[in-house]
Nanobody, 118 residues
């Protein structure tokens, strides 16, 4: 069992920045991958950014160029630095971890609301 506890989020004006954190209850270096997803009002959960076990990052269309995903292996914590935020970035952000348990098990954080005002 892996627990993911998120912190960060909140309300910011257009052009502002926020950083989200996701602390894992186990060694994140063992995770197959970790990532951040956004779920907007009435929409599905879409990937914003992900980072592989080897530390390679990948960005979805919404995160490319403005967001930075990173991790601190010593703290077992993943981060999402969000810059130049826009109203369309508004939504609930979830962190995700794919663990090599029972082949592969996916875990989710509790979610954090991010609201970007015009």
């Amino acid at each position: 069992q892996v627990q993911l506890v998120q912190s960060g989020g909140g309300m910011v004006q257009t052009g502002g920045s926020l950083t989200l954190s996701c602390a894992a209850s186990t060694d994140i270096v063992n995770m197959i991958s970790m990532g951040w997803y956004r779920q907007g009002p009435g929409s599905q959960r879409d990937v914003v950014a992900s980072i592989s076990q080897g530390g390679f990052s990948h960005y979805g269309a919404s995160g490319q160029g403005r967001f930075i995903i990173s991790r601190d292996i010593d703290k077992n914590t993943m981060y999402l630095q969000m810059n130049d935020l826009k109203p369309e970035d508004t939504g609930v952000y979830y962190c995700n971890a794919m663990a090599p348990i029972n082949k592969i098990t996916t875990y989710w954080g509790q979610g954090a609301q991010v609201t970007v005002s015009p």
